[in-house]
């Protein structure tokens, strides 16, 4: 699938895998249709849902480059990645939504086989006493065996069906359970961050606080020893002319005629 997207090398080479597993994945469900052996139909399935995680993998990569490059690339280029990417991950839900069906058929079919096989040691004796019983009993009786057989047969795969039914409940209860457990690890880590950001600013904040406060008690200082310096020098000024004016006045009265 080709895309007119600007994209950064790597994000072109994430796309571009993301697109081979998409490739794989349509053929190998065509295939799996026409696959009866279960043994291939697991192998199948197991390679298919390898191809569904690493594409999942890829996805997430490719939603981290698009964070990335966010800062660098206009609004509207974001929104196409990120519609590309919405895309993609609906097409893989789509194969995801294909698998459950490929498996709940295998699982129908294994169960059938199981119900009635029975097994290659035992057929032979089976079939000897069956004939046995067979030569013994009326055409009544047979038709009443034959019925009673087919009922039995009936109801165990009813059974069977009933299980599968509550097997797929239970494995799309447990998905749900998974989903919301993920979403909420998510949100636990980004308020981790959230709190990790806080805290960095607050010690860069603490920091500027102290450096401020320093430089208050500097100025202060500095201020105090101005303020000391001038009630120095009128300390001074003051106690050196009262210092002249008693000079003075000693000086006059020695000079008075006795």
Do not use: W
Request: aromatic share 6%.
């Amino acid at each position: 699938m080709a895309t007119n997207l600007p994209m950064t090398p790597q994000m072109e080479q994430i796309h571009g895998e993301i697109n081979d597993n998409f490739r794989a994945l349509s053929n190998g469900f065509q295939r799996l249709d026409k696959i009866k052996d279960s043994n291939r139909q697991s192998k199948q399935l197991e390679e298919l849902t390898g191809r569904m995680r690493e594409c999942k993998r890829l996805i997430k990569e490719f939603e981290s480059e698009i964070k990335d490059e966010g800062t660098r690339n206009p609004p509207e280029v974001t929104k196409q990645l990120n519609d590309e990417k919405q895309s993609m991950v609906k097409e893989l839900n789509s194969y995801v939504a294909l698998r459950k069906t490929g498996y709940c058929r295998y699982m129908s079919t294994n169960k059938r086989v199981e119900l009635f096989d029975t097994g290659a040691g035992a057929s032979e004796p089976m079939a000897e006493d069956n004939a046995r019983m067979a030569s013994a009993m009326s055409n009544q009786e047979l038709v009443d065996a034959g019925m009673k057989t087919m009922d039995e047969t009936d109801q165990a795969i009813e059974r069977s069906k009933k299980v599968l039914a509550h097997n797929n409940n239970t494995g799309s209860f447990l998905h749900t359970c998974l989903f919301c457990q993920t979403e909420q690890m998510e949100r636990i880590v980004n308020e981790l961050d959230t709190i990790q950001f806080s805290i960095k600013k607050a010690s860069q904040l603490v920091k500027e606080i102290g450096r401020q406060v320093a430089t208050d008690k500097c100025i202060m200082l500095f201020l105090f020893l101005i303020v000391c310096g001038v009630i120095a020098i009128i300390i001074v000024k003051v106690l050196s002319l009262h210092l002249y004016s008693i000079y003075f006045t000693v000086h006059n009265v020695s000079n008075l005629p006795c």
